[in-house]
């Protein structure tokens, strides 16, 4: 006879028997449910990692999905926007001009007390077929709102410009993560292979507060992240010595090339290595071609006029030139271009957005560098077909109170809802979404995050963004991290 165990002799005692069951069938009904959840999680988010030949890692690769758009092009304007003073339009904070905001009598911010709810700064009115109003503050952008799909719900993680800089291109507050251009190159490799994938080009004034964070590839593959360069500061080290003939330098290139690949065959999981490499073959393919593109001399009179490449306000033709250099890279097939318009070196609102003290006397400087030759940018890749496949985003990286800060003749930071624009491939034209309270403070309606902008611009690129994943640390990462829903009711 076999003895009973020691659980086997709980089983004899009928309170046991039935206390034991009774937790068995439960834990037998927890392990299926939480069976089918991960049945249903798996069949839901299954990662999807691009096969990536160590050899050509920018080897154009496949959406997940038939796309609506085929590039990107992302114009980022440091130091947060006044949306109240700008594209988001309240009249009741007109009407009650001086008076204090209800509801926010002990309301600190940013950077301390709040004083009374302040009227728009610059004067709103009706623009194009749509009626859509916008306020004088840019009046060549305003022209063209018949063309916008505007999302005046948005907020953002933080009120500090470095970490909602870093969220609006990373989608994490957090250092370290990947910007926005290098995922979808990660993802979709490159549509040339004679220029960068994902060309970041800063300000004429110099580089926003979160420095190269902001096109960093993070713990992606190097290859991936963004190449700065501007009309006025094009990639250093292209041109050939002169005493070295064309015939010389293609046959050290053939040589170099057969000499990499030997030596990488031997590191085949260093993407250090493979970055490096490839990074030098691009550079070799770019002496004459990046040389070109950075050339204005073929635009028309009309076009560098319309662009203001020669302003006398030195600022504004920088600028310029650099939104036709955007256009230049994405017609020659760049697929995500980063363009960005403030930067932090010269002090808080001096060469950015960040209105603090006196809005109106910095925003009288910044906006007509911004205007003129971005209204020019978008006008001229509508004339010439460029919005048929590329998504522009107009974005920043949180609005500004309703209020003058406390003794002062400016905005503080506001979180809690902002406006961003998006014109171009696969989004609604003349078009609304979401809305703040009636002061401007707050997103009521159709509240969005930056996390649903990111989910939808992978998707119109024809990625899931659930999907697109690199493992890194024993995690799964995103770009929309865990969060993120499409906006569908933007989408054309």
């Not at 009904?29 to 890692?57: C, F, K, Y």
């Not at 009309?302 to 310029?320: L, P």
Request: aromatic share 10%.
């Amino acid at each position: 006879m076999t003895p009973l165990s020691h659980h086997g002799r709980f089983l004899l005692d009928r309170r046991s028997f039935l206390q034991y069951a009774g937790t068995g069938l439960g834990s037998i009904a927890l392990a299926a449910l939480l069976g089918e959840d991960m049945a249903l999680a798996s069949d839901e988010v299954q990662p999807i990692r691009p096969v990536l030949d160590p050899a050509a890692p920018m080897a154009p690769r496949a959406p997940h999905f038939s796309p609506r758009a085929t590039k990107v092009l992302m114009i980022f304007c440091s130091g947060a926007v006044s949306h109240v003073d700008s594209w988001d339009y309240k009249p009741e904070l007109i009407k009650r001009d001086g008076q204090p905001m209800p509801g926010g009598g002990e309301l600190i911010t940013f950077q301390g007390e709040q004083g009374n709810l302040t009227t728009p700064l610059w004067a709103f009115k009706q623009r194009g077929d749509c009626g859509k109003f916008a306020s004088d503050l840019l009046p060549h952008m305003a022209e063209l709102v018949d063309d916008f799909c505007f999302i005046h719900s948005m907020t953002a993680r933080s009120n500090t410009h470095g970490p909602a800089e870093s969220q609006m291109n990373t989608g994490f507050t957090l250092d370290g993560f990947p910007s926005m251009g290098s995922w979808v190159s990660y993802a979709l490799g490159a549509e040339t292979n004679d220029l960068p994938a994902y060309v970041a080009i800063p300000d004429p004034r110099g580089v926003p507060q979160m420095g190269p964070n902001s096109w960093s590839a993070g713990f992606l593959p190097a290859v991936f992240q963004g190449v700065p360069f501007g009309a006025d500061k094009p990639i250093p080290h292209l041109a050939a010595p002169e005493a070295i003939s064309a015939t010389d330098e293609r046959a050290t290139q053939d040589f170099l090339k057969f000499l990499n690949e030997k030596h990488l065959e031997q590191y085949p999981g260093d993407t250090e290595l493979s970055a490096r490499i490839a990074s030098y073959e691009l550079a070799a393919r770019m002496q004459l071609r990046a040389a070109e593109v950075s050339d204005f001399s073929t635009e028309s009179a009309a076009t560098r006029r319309m662009y203001c490449v020669e302003d006398q306000n030195e600022v504004k033709a920088g600028f310029g030139k650099n939104c036709l250099l955007a256009r230049r890279l994405l017609e020659r097939g760049v697929r995500f271009v980063q363009l960005f318009n403030g930067a932090y070196a010269m002090g808080e609102g001096v060469g950015n957005w960040d209105g603090h003290k006196v809005l109106h006397e910095q925003y009288s400087v910044h906006a007509p560098i911004l205007d003129e030759p971005c209204a020019a940018l978008l006008k001229d890749m509508k004339a010439r077909g460029l919005l048929d496949d590329t998504l522009v985003v107009w974005a920043t990286e949180f609005g500004r109170m309703p209020t003058f800060q406390k003794g002062a003749s400016g905005r503080d930071h506001n979180p809690n809802g902002f406006t961003v624009f998006l014109t171009g491939a696969g989004v609604k034209r003349a078009f609304s979404y979401g809305a703040t309270d009636e002061f401007g403070y707050k997103a009521v309606e159709n509240v969005t995050t930056i996390y649903d902008l990111h989910a939808t611009i992978l998707h119109l690129l024809g990625v899931n963004h659930k999907q697109l994943t690199f493992y890194h640390n024993g995690i799964e990462r995103r770009l929309t991290d865990v969060h993120g829903k499409i906006i569908k009711p933007i989408l054309a």
